[in-house]
């Protein structure tokens, strides 16, 4: 490519350097250094003015380092007059936070593409955003590529020729992937199927419901005319609790004790004033009509309840004041499924938010790499245990020594001589269960009897929810194998640990959009990495000679 230079920042080198060779370049050289107190500074090692400059950076582990690098690798672009900039992200970060989740959370995501274009970029290419509504976050253009044909066509060879096509059924793990699913399956000529997991009854609220203290004290009435005006007048009648509760609350404000409907009586016992005082002496003076009562109102009454299955009194409870905080009915609605995986344990999170900085232990580079090697450790360990349960003999799994402690205080990174690094940031791992979750309800809308199962989404990150579904269809819906499909692999602490010993997934089909540490890959009998860096190389090529990329999004270029 004439007056063009592609630069690669240090969260995933080995990708660059593969889009680098189809594309027929070298990396452009560029001198980035690290200082003790984790700031970044960039230099570009050749001349940029009046080039198109691409910079090639994925999201990563250390997806806030890696995020500043790049936008200072274009500021610096940038200030040496570079003619147009474009940035690949092959996994955007801050992705999944593309709405607000909370009441008073951040959209994250809109952030990252606005600094994006702060720092000075003209154009984005990324692939396979969470949600394609973020590409009005930007305000440069953005090319969304899709690895839906790299994908498919692997499948096509690889899957569906050997099983057929009608033994193979893509599914969804939520409703949310429905259109990835048809559209992958459609390419296929499989069928699909959809998953549908109910985990309401552990987000029931108690303290945006409406009084229980009310509701327990209406007491069971006979069915037919006047039967609520009946009821009305056992509930006030003289000695009753809500009528108690309701003179005790008129007492507490300075009321005269007359009988008036005028304070409701929520969970806490607290009393709110109702009405105005026109209606307060109408309610006062009015006698309650039996015959008429029918005629004004017409009311749904549920039927009889059992003795046994009664509400608990107002005392067993114990809800305490009304006004504690809960998880208010929005909220619930809103929680969206693709995130079912990224709740983190509060305790976890009390104690990452309150951990004084100066506690910490070794340095960040032998933490991160005990974790690696720990990780590794414990999935060789599970490999070792299957294959003596199954009279084989286990395989040795190299796993690398941890680096030494004495880390410089300024680490020199330049991407011609193509060193690493800091490791990725990964959590002390340990190999965990997704039983956490068989709690769920789940429903399988299709049919996947004797078929090979694609469980798609568009990323993996913490497997509990893949491997839940896997499990189901294996187990009551009759499915040959599961194998795991997405377009971003993230496997978070000890995902691929879990994965290898889950014995109801075959295998966990990823690109290499996103890094993941030799360790792990090498660690892993069940992971297959597709390799992406064609469609970038040609969505480049294609950009530089202003030539369409819509091409790319529903074929394979090689």
């Not at 559209?183 to 409406?210: E, K």
């Not at 305790?347 to 590794?376: C, F, I, K, W, Y």
């Amino acid at each position: 490519m004439r007056n063009a230079k592609l630069f690669a920042g240090t969260s995933h080198l080995a990708l660059a350097q593969r889009v680098a060779t189809h594309l027929g370049v070298e990396l452009a050289p560029v001198s980035l250094r690290r200082y003790t107190n984790r700031e970044t500074t960039a230099d570009l090692g050749c001349s940029v003015r009046d080039k198109d400059v691409y910079i090639l950076q994925s999201g990563s582990m250390t997806t806030n380092d890696h995020l500043m690098e790049a936008l200072i690798m274009v500021s610096a672009a940038k200030l040496a007059s570079a003619r147009k900039i474009t940035v690949v992200m092959p996994y955007f970060p801050y992705s999944k936070q593309s709405k607000k989740k909370k009441r008073r959370g951040a959209i994250s995501g809109k952030l990252v593409a606005g600094m994006l274009g702060v720092a000075g970029a003209d154009h984005v290419i990324t692939m396979d955003l969470h949600a394609s509504q973020m590409s009005g976050f930007f305000t440069v253009p953005v090319d969304n590529l899709f690895s839906e044909p790299t994908l498919a066509r692997w499948l096509a060879e690889h899957v569906v020729k050997e099983a057929g096509a009608d033994h193979v059924a893509v599914v969804a793990k939520n409703a949310g992937g429905a259109k990835r699913v048809t559209a992958l399956a459609d390419r296929l000529g499989a069928g699909f199927a959809l998953i549908h997991t109910d985990n309401a009854p552990s987000t029931r609220p108690f303290s945006r419901t409406p009084s229980t203290v009310a509701l327990h004290t209406l007491p069971q009435t006979p069915r037919g005319p006047g039967m609520f005006a009946t009821a009305v007048s056992a509930a006030m009648a003289p000695g009753s609790p809500l009528r108690a509760s309701i003179e005790r609350a008129e007492s507490d404000e300075g009321s005269d004790g007359a009988l008036d409907v005028r304070t409701i009586v929520d969970a806490g016992g607290r009393g709110k004033k109702k009405g105005k005082a026109k209606k307060a002496a109408k309610a006062k003076g009015a006698d309650v009509d039996a015959a008429a009562a029918p005629r004004r109102a017409a009311f749904y009454v549920s039927p009889l309840t059992a003795a046994q299955e009664q509400p608990p009194t107002p005392e067993a409870l114990e809800l305490g004041d009304a006004g504690t905080p809960g998880v208010e009915i929005s909220e619930v609605l809103n929680q969206s499924d693709d995130d079912d995986d990224d709740a983190l344990d509060a305790s976890r999170l009390l104690e990452m938010v309150n951990t004084p900085a100066d506690e910490a232990g070794p340095s960040d580079l032998v933490h991160n790499a005990e974790a690696l090697a720990q990780a590794a450790a414990g999935i060789l360990e599970q490999r070792t245990h299957r294959a003596l349960s199954l009279g084989r003999r286990p395989a040795a799994v190299p796993v690398d020594t941890p680096p030494s402690s004495d880390v410089p205080p300024m680490q020199r990174i330049t991407s011609g001589t193509h060193l690493q690094s800091d490791p990725p940031v990964r959590p002390p791992v340990a190999v965990t269960s997704w039983h956490k979750k068989r709690t769920a309800r789940i429903t399988l809308v299709g049919d996947v009897s004797d078929k090979v199962v694609l469980l798609l989404d568009d990323m993996i990150d913490h497997p509990s929810s893949f491997l839940t579904a896997a499990e189901h269809l294996m187990v009551h819906c009759g499915a040959r194998a599961v194998c795991i499909v997405a377009a971003h692999g993230l496997f978070s602490g000890s995902s691929l640990g879990e994965i290898e010993i889950c014995p109801y997934v075959q295998s966990v089909i990823v690109t290499n959009s996103f890094p993941i540490p030799d360790e792990l890959t090498t660690a892993s009998s069940k992971l297959i990495q597709i390799d992406i860096a064609p469609v970038l190389a040609e969505a480049i090529r294609r950009n530089h000679n202003g030539e369409s990329i819509s091409y790319l999004f529903d074929r394979n270029p090689y």
